[in-house]
């Protein structure tokens, strides 16, 4: 069956420049999250959401990240006023339920400039 | 808490040798581990996971861990490399009721003709 679908997967921004991520969970997944790897800070949690619970963004770096999740099913991660530090790869991960196993995408790899 | 220790960053071997690739990790709750590879340019893919049980896991592509609670390690194993297990090995714990992820800094291991 389909797995998770991340998009972009590839973007490349100006420093200041808005932008946002898009995530496809695996269908019936009810819990979602959000990684960024990095090269200095490797895998790191940002945020996670289950059903219609409030989501858990005790991960998310500054008020400059923001995520939603429209519908308990597709997710968007939003990052306002880049900064060159932003650049990434962020991954997105989805599980049957919570503490079941993630399962992830390709990932968007983040170019600030 | 909950941390993850890859002790080796990177572990270059010849194809059908054997390799190790280690990992220690600290919680203070019970565990479940998780070994995912990530390929160039792709995303994470679970290798196999310990949530119970046996403490030998086998995964897929031949590779296999062991845990072991006194040494606090999940150890990854695979009695023959190819070229194509050439990837970026990531450690991962959650503790007990926990749903985030704590990855290692991952190991690259390239196996050399």
């Known amino acids: 069956g389909a797995g998770v679908s991340q998009s972009p997967s590839n973007k490349v921004t100006e420093k200041g420049k808005d932008v946002e991520l898009r995530c496809d969970p695996i269908?019936?997944?009810?819990?979602l999250y959000w990684y960024r790897q990095s090269l200095g800070q490797g895998l790191e949690f940002l945020i996670y959401?289950?059903?219609?619970?409030?989501?858990?963004k005790s991960g998310l770096p500054s008020d400059r990240f923001s995520a939603e999740r429209t519908g308990g099913s597709v997710s968007t991660l939003t990052i306002q006023r880049t900064q060159q530090e932003d650049s990434a790869v962020y991954l997105c991960a989805s599980s049957s339920g919570q503490g079941e196993t993630q399962y992830f995408g390709p990932g968007t790899r983040l170019l600030v400039l | 808490a909950q941390s993850v220790t890859q002790l080796d960053s990177q572990v270059p071997v010849f194809e059908e040798a054997p390799v190790e690739l280690r990992c220690n990790y600290s919680s203070s709750v019970s565990v479940y581990l998780f070994w995912y590879v990530q390929y160039p340019n792709q995303g994470l893919q679970l290798l196999l996971k310990y949530l119970s049980g046996s403490t030998l896991v086998k995964g897929i592509n031949g590779f296999e861990a062991e845990f072991n609670k006194s040494q606090t390690s999940f150890h990854l194993r695979k009695p023959s490399v190819h070229i194509s297990d050439t990837a970026e090995y990531f450690c991962?714990?959650?503790?007990?009721?926990?749903?985030?992820?704590?990855f290692g800094k991952g190991t690259l291991l390239t196996v050399n003709p």
């Open positions: 991962a714990v959650k503790g007990g009721s926990n749903y985030k992820l704590t």
């Open positions: 959401f289950q059903g219609n619970s409030a989501p858990d």
């Open positions: 269908s019936g997944h009810t819990a």
